[in-house]
């Protein structure tokens, strides 16, 4: 362990230099201290002190130990990383970290019981695995059999969620409407394990990935399209390929491709002006800026404004690197700055495509003035399918 | 290793050691209540929960009611408050002469405190903050397989104890279900076991025992919840509250507002509890708010709006205005005191 002396001496040893270059494969070293990302990092626009990343990626190449709270603060929005003029790759660097935090237990109050509950009940929020199909009770969704275009992978939120549930419902109005042949995994569909990547479980999130690697070839998956932009950054990037491998798609890339293809043809209208929040996860993570936009663009009578901040340039909700499960005192949410530009925008809705945002930004909402509805793009897409904007979700009788 | 004090085919039993504040049990005790029902009904071996402390008949007759075919009182004034040994000493008594198989504690401070001393007193073995428990029926002498990993650092490894007994082991809190309360006529019995503790050997004194002010919501037995629709007023909730004994606590958006402190919100990011009963009043029942609830017996929700997701994780619903359901619901329990 480093030692902190009352007069600010730190004491370095070689024992923790050597665990955290282990841990973090040497990847700060490129970082020459520029600051960039402590400055574009949201934190410092809700505190007074901002989050030292800089201090963060220094402390990790000499191998100084962290106080604690700033470490669990990164959202892993990644705009930091997007800025930094040495490619570092400091969200990772950030999980490595927290991966030895785990190893010496210094780890927030909470976090153990959401990853207990992850391995007992593969869900996060401790809620039975045979509940994880309630959301479809009346909609009779089948199976998935290898024959299907695609399997619809839920995740966890859009299962137990009930608001999240309409964006689950939502998206299978839109895929019935496009006459797509799908099916999911039912009360057996696992945890895509993001959680516990994001706390820096790293192990853990890999015992995952491969159980579900194997899961998809032996029920013989080409393509998994989810609903939450993290399962998605899960299955694309941090899972392996086993076999033929897997296509992974954020379902607004699903849509986007129906549309393109002529399948997906919104017969009603949203007479609305709506700007797009774009998930952290999708758009810089993944770099998909578009496939959401181009499903919006297709809904006759939806006006399109950009936020202040759009693409590459968002502003965080706030919810990424599990800090859903960590509280953020009111503010410093990043959800509140989030519904101001939409207001300043001059939106009426808010729209995004992440179970995460959508429950962030909801909550903020009612803090601007104007009335802001926050929606998810399948339910926008789904409220106009039919002319006279008929139904939100699909129903057993809309089938 | 040393030779067992007690010999594999004389042990018997799964025994828990039930740890509690003098009034309630902890929530570890009661999941390895539930975890010990489950190993023993496998096995076809009893449960037992052994109970110390001071006076404590009205909590024995509590921790009847959670799965065990006996609850086994060890009392003495000198075990009031927990002291390393006074408590090791009773305890290795009751080991001596009751030879359990088995014997679980929660991975707690005192817990593993305890079990660290009395398993060197006893000469056996002791796994250390377990994660998973499993009995192998197939060994004659019913082993006790305990799995280490770790959420918090630690290698997974399974450990079996095999001539030693009683077979002990300290379990992390939070990794089992809690064991709910069972219906007359299903609990245990319960028998006392005489223990004799030296005072010249407790070389502790307790001189004054403080507890502070933070309330602690989740080992509230009753609570009432209010939410954005009590407007700002938790005035009537306090007051039911304190007819019924129950403790406040509230949502997110209740504790955003500044209605009423942060250490009584409910939910994903406030606490998870366990009550008997909550009655929830003007909470909508987003899902970060009712995982906080899940574990409650009894839900009551008042909600204006019958639509509200709450209904679905409620027992009985109101569909009504709280500020009207909640006078009378008062005056009727203050007429009937
Ligand atoms: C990262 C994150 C973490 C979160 N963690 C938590 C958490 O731990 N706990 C938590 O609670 N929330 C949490 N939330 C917030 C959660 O998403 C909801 O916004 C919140 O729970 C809503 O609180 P509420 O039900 O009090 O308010 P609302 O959703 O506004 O509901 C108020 C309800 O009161 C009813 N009502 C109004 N007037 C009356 C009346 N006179 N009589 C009867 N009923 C009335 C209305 O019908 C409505 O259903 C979190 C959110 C985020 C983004
Ligand atoms: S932006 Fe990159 S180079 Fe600059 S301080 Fe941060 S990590 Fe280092
Ligand atoms: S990823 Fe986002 S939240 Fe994390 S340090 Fe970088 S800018 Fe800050």
Redesign the pocket.
Known sequence: MSAQYDDGTILLDDATLERFHRATGGEAWPCYQCGTCTATCPWGRVRQEPLLVRTLMRNAQLGIDEDGESLWLCTSCGICEDRCPRGVPIVRILRALRSLAWKDRRIPEGLPSVLWAVHRDGNPYSLPPCERTRWADDLEVKEFEPTDEMLLYLGCTASYDRRIQKVARSVVGGLRAAGVQFGTLGASEPCCGETALAMGQTAFAAEIAEANAKLFAARGVKTVVTISPHCFDMFQNHTPRLDEGFEALHYTQFLARLVSAGRLVCRGSFPRRVAFHDPCYLGRRNGEYDAPRTVLESIPGAEIVELEESRAGALCCG?GGG??FLE?PVGERFSDLRVRQAANAGAEVLATACPFCI??LE?SAPQVDQPLKVMDVAEIAARALEPEGADVEATASGR | MAASLIRPEEAQRIWVWLEHDGTSLEGVSLELLAKGRELADRSGEGLVGLLMGHELDSLADEALGYGADEIVVAEDPLLEVYTTDAWCDAAAQVVLEKKPNILLFGATPDGRDLAGRLAVRLRTGLTADCTDLEIKTDEPALMLAAEVTGFGGGVAAIIACKENRPQMATVRPGVFRPALRRSHGEEGVQSRCPVRIDPGRVRTRVLERRIGEAVDITKAEALVVG???V?GDFGLLETLAGLLGAELGA????VDEGWIEKDR??????SVTRPKVAIV??????M??TV?IMEADTVVA????PE?P?FESADYCVVD???SILPPLIRELENSR
């Open positions: 919810a800090r859903m953020t429950t962030c909550e | 939410g954005r629709g407007k949502s997110r958006v209740a919100m409910i939910g994903q990011t406030g009043c003007g909470v909508s029942g987003a970060q708010f906080g008042i909600n204006s709006d509200a709450i205005d709280l500020f």
